[in-house]
Antibody
Framework: QVLLVQSGAEVRQPGASVKVSCKAS????????IHWVRQAPGQGLEWMGW????????ESSQTLQGRVTFTRDPSANTAHMELSSLRPEDTAVYYC??????????????????WGQGTLVTVSA | DIQMTQSPSSLSASIGDRIAITCRPS??????LNWYQQKPGQAPKLLIY???RLQNGVPSRFSGSGSGTDFTLTISSVQPEDFAIYYC?????????FGGGTRVEIK
């Protein structure tokens, strides 16, 4: 049974950084790509980026490029997302999600088949 | 980035109604289109991938169709548990994007 369990809620001041963890169980992290998606309060879904399962290559959305870093720790079967230079508009629930079939790269016929429970990150002075 | 436009942004339906939600990408994406359902306080759930393939466990009243720049999610007979927000998402580009969502409410 595939499970993704995320770290707990965080509160940060503007300008700080936050790191969210996503621990996988029921499969090996290095087999499938991990996506990160966020959702501001009352808003829709925003894809942030992903990390390739086998090459460790990561790609982020253009709006977050330069502020977000995706890493993984195979020994802990855990993926991480770090967002820096936080702004109040970064307040959102952050989700990790696993590719249904794909390890990374051009994953055409593939969706985000398994999701973590979400981590609320609040950015406030 | 490929922009994804969903319509309508919301709709009201009665139990048993047939409803359709449209998704139009800003450029052709072949059939690389996924649909998700999200209920309040929950993570999204993958319903359909590659335009028309039902994810395991998804009821057959859900179906997807389309190609290029015009896609549709259809629920053949809406059930109480289907009231939620639905999102489309393209997987044609390595930079993925979601539609703005369609809220399905009880009439």
């Amino acid at each position: 049974q595939v499970l993704l369990v995320q770290s707990g809620a965080e509160v940060r001041q503007p300008g700080a950084s936050v790191k969210v963890s996503c621990k996988a169980s029921g499969y090996t992290l290095t087999r499938y790509a991990i996506h990160w998606v966020r959702q501001a309060p009352g808003q829709g879904l925003e894809w942030m980026g992903w990390i390739n399962a086998d090459t460790n290559k990561a790609e982020s959305s253009q709006t977050l490029q330069g502020r977000v870093t995706f890493t993984r720790d195979p020994s802990a079967n855990t993926a991480h997302m770090e967002l820096s230079s936080l702004r109040p508009e970064d307040t959102a629930v952050y989700y990790c999600a696993r590719s249904l079939y794909c390890s990374g790269g051009s994953c055409y016929s593939d969706g985000m088949g398994y999701w973590g429970q979400g981590t609320l990150v609040t950015v406030s002075a | 980035d490929i922009q994804m436009t969903q319509s309508p942004s919301s709709l009201s339906a009665s139990i048993g109604d047939r409803i359709a939600i449209t998704c139009r990408p800003s450029q052709s994406i072949s059939t690389y289109l996924n649909w998700y359902q999200q209920k309040p306080g929950q993570a999204p759930k993958l319903l359909i991938y590659a335009t028309s393939r039902l994810q395991n466990g998804v009821p057959s009243r859900f179906s997807g169709s389309g190609s290029g720049t015009d896609f549709t999610l259809t629920i053949s007979s809406v059930q109480p548990e289907d009231f939620a927000i639905y999102y489309c998402q393209q997987s044609y580009s390595t930079l993925l994007t979601f539609g703005g969502g369609t809220r399905v409410e009880i009439k």
